[in-house]
Protein backbone atom coordinates (compact mmCIF):
# COMPACT_ATOMS: atom_id res chain seq x y z
CA UNK A 1 0.00 0.00 0.00
CA UNK A 2 1.30 3.26 -1.08
CA UNK A 3 2.16 6.36 1.43
CA UNK A 4 -1.03 8.34 -0.22
CA UNK A 5 -3.34 5.15 -0.03
CA UNK A 6 -2.19 5.05 3.91
CA UNK A 7 -2.99 8.59 4.45
CA UNK A 8 -6.40 8.60 2.65
CA UNK A 9 -7.31 5.14 4.52
CA UNK A 10 -5.96 7.26 8.35
CA UNK A 11 -8.05 10.47 7.09
CA UNK A 12 -11.41 8.72 6.25
CA UNK A 13 -10.61 6.45 10.00
CA UNK A 14 -10.33 9.85 11.80
CA UNK A 15 -13.17 11.74 10.01
CA UNK A 16 -15.52 8.68 10.98
CA UNK A 17 -14.24 8.18 14.77
CA UNK A 18 -15.08 12.08 14.86
CA UNK A 19 -18.06 11.54 13.52
CA UNK A 20 -19.49 9.48 15.92
CA UNK A 21 -18.42 11.52 18.50
CA UNK A 22 -19.77 14.80 16.45
CA UNK A 23 -23.41 12.49 16.63
CA UNK A 24 -23.19 12.19 20.70
CA UNK A 25 -22.54 15.88 21.38
CA UNK A 26 -25.09 16.70 18.89
CA UNK A 27 -27.34 14.50 20.73
CA UNK A 28 -26.50 16.26 23.81
CA UNK A 29 -26.97 19.66 22.88
CA UNK A 30 -30.18 19.08 21.45
CA UNK A 31 -31.94 17.75 23.98
CA UNK A 32 -30.98 21.30 25.85
CA UNK A 33 -31.26 23.75 22.47
CA UNK A 34 -34.63 25.17 23.42
CA UNK A 35 -33.70 27.92 26.30
CA UNK A 36 -30.70 28.62 24.10
CA UNK A 37 -33.07 29.52 21.10
CA UNK A 38 -33.53 33.13 22.50
CA UNK A 39 -30.95 35.73 23.79
CA UNK A 40 -30.69 36.58 27.30
CA UNK A 41 -30.73 39.98 28.90
CA UNK A 42 -26.72 39.79 29.81
CA UNK A 43 -26.36 39.57 25.52
CA UNK A 44 -28.39 42.85 25.33
CA UNK A 45 -26.59 44.38 28.44
CA UNK A 46 -23.07 43.74 26.27
CA UNK A 47 -24.04 45.21 23.09
CA UNK A 48 -24.85 48.80 25.51
CA UNK A 49 -21.68 48.84 27.12
CA UNK A 50 -20.17 48.08 23.37
CA UNK A 51 -21.83 51.33 21.97
CA UNK A 52 -19.88 54.32 23.07
CA UNK A 53 -16.65 52.50 21.88
CA UNK A 54 -18.19 52.48 17.98
CA UNK A 55 -17.02 54.68 16.19
CA UNK A 56 -15.51 54.38 12.10
CA UNK A 57 -11.92 53.59 12.99
CA UNK A 58 -13.24 50.89 15.15
CA UNK A 59 -15.02 49.45 12.77
CA UNK A 60 -12.81 49.36 10.49
CA UNK A 61 -10.75 47.46 12.63
CA UNK A 62 -12.91 45.16 13.62
CA UNK A 63 -13.93 44.36 9.93
CA UNK A 64 -10.17 43.46 9.39
CA UNK A 65 -9.98 41.12 12.58
CA UNK A 66 -13.64 39.41 11.89
CA UNK A 67 -12.18 39.08 8.27
CA UNK A 68 -9.19 36.70 10.08
CA UNK A 69 -11.98 34.67 11.06
CA UNK A 70 -13.95 33.86 7.56
CA UNK A 71 -13.67 31.21 5.64
CA UNK A 72 -12.71 33.19 2.65
CA UNK A 73 -8.91 33.47 4.95
CA UNK A 74 -9.11 30.59 6.69
CA UNK A 75 -9.11 28.01 3.72
CA UNK A 76 -6.61 29.33 2.49
CA UNK A 77 -4.70 29.26 5.82
CA UNK A 78 -5.30 25.56 6.36
CA UNK A 79 -4.34 24.79 2.82
CA UNK A 80 -0.84 26.23 2.87
CA UNK A 81 -0.60 24.94 6.24
CA UNK A 82 -1.40 21.08 4.96
CA UNK A 83 0.60 21.66 1.97
CA UNK A 84 3.91 23.21 3.88
CA UNK A 85 4.04 20.13 6.23
CA UNK A 86 3.31 17.30 3.22
CA UNK A 87 5.34 18.57 1.21
CA UNK A 88 7.91 21.27 2.73
CA UNK A 89 8.25 19.14 6.53
CA UNK A 90 7.26 15.83 5.09
CA UNK A 91 5.32 15.50 8.65
CA UNK A 92 2.29 13.60 7.03
CA UNK A 93 0.92 13.13 10.67
CA UNK A 94 0.75 17.49 11.09
CA UNK A 95 -1.16 18.10 7.63
CA UNK A 96 -3.64 15.14 8.70
CA UNK A 97 -4.29 17.08 11.96
CA UNK A 98 -5.14 20.06 9.97
CA UNK A 99 -7.21 18.92 7.38
CA UNK A 100 -9.29 16.58 10.07
CA UNK A 101 -9.98 19.36 12.94
CA UNK A 102 -10.49 21.71 9.63
CA UNK A 103 -13.37 19.42 8.60
CA UNK A 104 -14.54 18.00 11.50
CA UNK A 105 -14.94 21.76 13.11
CA UNK A 106 -16.90 22.84 10.37
CA UNK A 107 -19.38 19.52 10.21
CA UNK A 108 -19.68 20.22 13.85
CA UNK A 109 -20.49 23.59 13.79
CA UNK A 110 -23.15 23.73 10.83
CA UNK A 111 -24.62 20.49 12.88
CA UNK A 112 -24.98 22.75 16.27
CA UNK A 113 -26.53 25.63 14.43
CA UNK A 114 -28.96 23.79 12.80
CA UNK A 115 -29.71 22.33 16.32
CA UNK A 116 -29.95 25.65 18.01
CA UNK A 117 -31.87 27.49 15.51
CA UNK A 118 -30.90 30.67 16.84
CA UNK A 119 -31.66 33.86 14.86
CA UNK A 120 -28.45 36.21 14.62
CA UNK A 121 -29.68 39.88 16.15
CA UNK A 122 -32.24 41.90 14.52
CA UNK A 123 -30.15 45.36 14.23
CA UNK A 124 -26.71 44.54 12.87
CA UNK A 125 -24.36 47.61 13.59
CA UNK A 126 -22.71 47.45 9.66
CA UNK A 127 -24.05 44.60 7.23
CA UNK A 128 -26.51 41.51 8.26
CA UNK A 129 -24.65 37.94 8.27
CA UNK A 130 -26.27 35.31 6.53
CA UNK A 131 -27.03 32.24 8.62
CA UNK A 132 -27.85 30.86 12.07
CA UNK A 133 -26.33 32.80 15.34
CA UNK A 134 -25.62 29.76 17.96
CA UNK A 135 -22.82 29.09 18.29
CA UNK A 136 -20.68 31.51 16.67
CA UNK A 137 -18.72 29.66 13.98
CA UNK A 138 -16.12 32.26 13.75
CA UNK A 139 -15.24 31.52 17.79
CA UNK A 140 -15.37 27.64 16.61
CA UNK A 141 -13.17 28.30 13.66
CA UNK A 142 -10.92 30.87 15.28
CA UNK A 143 -10.05 28.37 18.28
CA UNK A 144 -9.45 25.19 16.32
CA UNK A 145 -7.00 26.97 13.54
CA UNK A 146 -5.34 29.01 15.87
CA UNK A 147 -5.33 26.42 18.52
CA UNK A 148 -4.27 24.04 16.14
CA UNK A 149 -1.00 26.63 15.07
CA UNK A 150 -0.17 27.23 18.70
CA UNK A 151 -0.33 23.31 19.12
CA UNK A 152 2.03 23.30 15.95
CA UNK A 153 4.23 26.14 17.21
CA UNK A 154 4.56 24.46 20.13
CA UNK A 155 6.33 21.50 18.89
CA UNK A 156 8.11 23.60 16.58
CA UNK A 157 9.60 26.64 18.71
CA UNK A 158 12.73 25.75 20.82
CA UNK A 159 13.65 29.02 22.33
CA UNK A 160 11.57 29.34 25.31
CA UNK A 161 10.21 33.36 25.37
CA UNK A 162 9.60 33.06 21.69
CA UNK A 163 7.27 30.54 22.19
CA UNK A 164 5.20 31.76 24.79
CA UNK A 165 5.47 35.37 23.42
CA UNK A 166 3.71 34.16 20.34
CA UNK A 167 1.37 31.86 21.63
CA UNK A 168 -0.32 34.73 23.68
CA UNK A 169 0.11 36.51 20.79
CA UNK A 170 -2.30 34.11 19.13
CA UNK A 171 -4.93 33.91 22.03
CA UNK A 172 -5.42 37.72 21.96
CA UNK A 173 -6.42 37.29 18.29
CA UNK A 174 -8.78 34.37 19.01
CA UNK A 175 -10.66 36.98 21.28
CA UNK A 176 -10.08 39.49 19.26
CA UNK A 177 -11.94 37.95 16.64
CA UNK A 178 -15.08 36.77 18.95
CA UNK A 179 -15.16 40.53 20.31
CA UNK A 180 -15.28 41.24 16.71
CA UNK A 181 -18.62 39.50 16.05
CA UNK A 182 -20.55 41.21 19.25
CA UNK A 183 -18.90 44.63 17.93
CA UNK A 184 -20.57 44.23 14.81
CA UNK A 185 -23.52 43.07 16.60
CA UNK A 186 -24.06 39.92 14.47
CA UNK A 187 -23.39 37.81 16.98
CA UNK A 188 -24.66 37.60 21.24
CA UNK A 189 -21.59 37.48 23.51
CA UNK A 190 -23.16 34.27 24.35
CA UNK A 191 -22.87 33.04 20.82
CA UNK A 192 -19.19 34.01 20.98
CA UNK A 193 -18.42 32.37 24.36
CA UNK A 194 -20.37 29.04 23.66
CA UNK A 195 -18.29 29.09 20.57
CA UNK A 196 -14.99 29.53 22.40
CA UNK A 197 -16.01 26.46 24.88
CA UNK A 198 -17.12 23.81 22.17
CA UNK A 199 -14.12 24.67 20.09
CA UNK A 200 -11.79 24.41 22.59
CA UNK A 201 -13.49 21.09 23.93
CA UNK A 202 -13.77 20.04 20.31
CA UNK A 203 -9.83 20.61 19.40
CA UNK A 204 -8.94 19.10 22.69
CA UNK A 205 -10.40 15.89 21.74
CA UNK A 206 -9.71 15.86 18.38
CA UNK A 207 -5.64 15.98 18.97
CA UNK A 208 -6.35 13.50 21.79
CA UNK A 209 -7.99 11.21 19.16
CA UNK A 210 -5.45 11.61 16.26
CA UNK A 211 -2.33 11.61 18.82
CA UNK A 212 -3.68 8.00 20.29
CA UNK A 213 -4.17 7.22 16.60
CA UNK A 214 -0.92 7.87 15.69
CA UNK A 215 1.08 6.12 18.19
CA UNK A 216 -1.20 3.31 17.51
CA UNK A 217 -0.71 3.13 13.25
CA UNK A 218 3.31 3.72 14.18
CA UNK A 219 3.53 0.60 16.08
CA UNK A 220 1.82 -1.45 13.65
Partial sequence: MGAWEITTLIIGEV???LSVFSAIIALIVFLIRKPIRKHKPVDMLIFEKIKPAVNTVNNKIMLFITFLGK???LIPANLILIFYFLLVKRQNWFSIRVITIAISSLVLML?????????????PL????????FPSGHAIMAVTFYGLLIYILQHSITT??????VTILIIVLIVSIGFSRVYLRVHYASDVAA?????????LLSLAILK?????????
Fill in 71 to 73: HQF
Fill in 195 to 203: GFIIGLLWL
Fill in 111 to 123: LLKQLFQRKRPLS
Fill in 15 to 17: LLT
Fill in 126 to 133: LKAAKGLS
Fill in 160 to 165: DWLKWF
Fill in 212 to 220: WLEGYITSL
